[in-house]
């Protein structure tokens, strides 16, 4: 804990008073532009990635980036899609998977989860990504391997699983009646990208074919 505290106290020093006009007007304001929702590993930070200040982004992260579908049962990851689309009125929505998933690795391998029980019901979500991925669909080099001049996502199961998963989670997140609103209205847009951890490129959703391509600028 040591370090984080210097951390903050570097942070207080150094960092607040060369933003403190940033930060008196995020004290009164809370307008971000785009809900991200990522995985919850420690090696993908959302703001990071896109160099973003802070309140530009409305951020849920959860094990294996899942968006379980609408029900009429209250949750925390329905309660912050909610109130990302129908109060703040974000106009992005980007679901983000990335490279060496720990969520996706242990269902593409069928790792043992029966002494995480709490885990093994969360990864049910990802049943239809699960359904989706065949061992015919796995991710050739070709496809592995596009983005900035050859680096990706690693081929193989699981990088077909963090696809999959992605179009799955989308599917998800149309269910939630504000997210169904907003689209209906032509007032959101959806998205889904991958990040490669080792490479720092990121690939999108072709909504059209159904493939990731390199992130256009």
Sequence with gaps: MRHLAEG??????DVFPARAELFAHLAT??????????????????ELITQ???GELFVIRTAGNLVPAHTPAADAVAASIEY?????????????????????TALADGHDLTAVPAVAGWLRHADA?????????????????QGAEGAGVAGGKVAALVRDNVLAQL?????????????????LSLH???YDIGSGTVEELDAASGRFTALAA
Excluded: K, Y
């Design 8 to 13: 903050v106290h570097g942070f207080q020093r």
């Design 171 to 187: 599917a998800n997140l149309a269910t939630h009646p504000s997210v169904a609103r907003a689209l209906a209205r032509g007032a």
């Design 192 to 194: 889904g990208w991958v």
């Design 84 to 104: 990302a689309v129908a109060v703040l009125g974000v106009g992005d929505v980007i679901v983000c998977g990335h490279s060496a998933c720990g969520a996706m």
């Design 29 to 46: 304001t809370h307008r971000p532009g785009t809900l991200f929702i990522s995985c919850s590993d420690a090696r993908v930070v959302p």
């Design 52 to 54: 973003r200040e802070p």
């Design 129 to 145: 990504a699960r359904a989706r991925t065949t061992p015919a669909q796995d991710v050739p080099a070709a496809q592995a391997t």
